[in-house]
């Protein structure tokens, strides 16, 4: 009888370890970005073009460019972390930041457009 407890105790604490090395290994990681355009008065700059590049001499997996929607906004999602220069421009307004993309949160940027003097 002892043994056969230990045995069934045995066999359900490495049932147990199996169970959580394996749900541990299947998280999904996301990267993505939140972009708001406005104009220097605070407005929301709807069609506006956003633009992301990054600074090295390699082959880069940077989402295409987007326009804004009616609140000013697009929505970048990210194979991985990364730095990111970003452009956001309609007609002679523009404004340019750099953005980090983290793992498992949601960046936000506002980018306030103005006319090049």
Do not use: W
């Not at 990054?54 to 460019?65: E, H, K, M, S, Y």
């Not at 009616?70 to 972390?81: H, L, M, P, R």
């Amino acid at each position: 009888m002892k043994r056969t407890l230990s045995g069934i105790t045995s066999l359900f604490l490495c049932l147990f370890m199996v169970m959580t090395s394996l749900s541990s290994c299947g998280v999904d990681h996301f990267y993505k970005a939140e972009i708001t355009v406005q104009d220097t008065q605070g407005e929301v700059v709807e069609g506006a073009t956003v633009t992301l590049t990054v600074d090295v001499n390699a082959d880069d997996t940077l989402p295409d460019a987007q326009t804004t929607n009616a609140e000013g906004k697009v929505y970048f999602s990210f194979d991985n972390v990364a730095i990111v220069k970003v452009t956001a421009q309609k007609g002679d307004a523009t404004a340019e930041s750099m953005l980090t993309i983290v793992e498992d949160k949601t960046q936000s940027l506002t980018l306030f457009v103005r006319d090049r003097d």
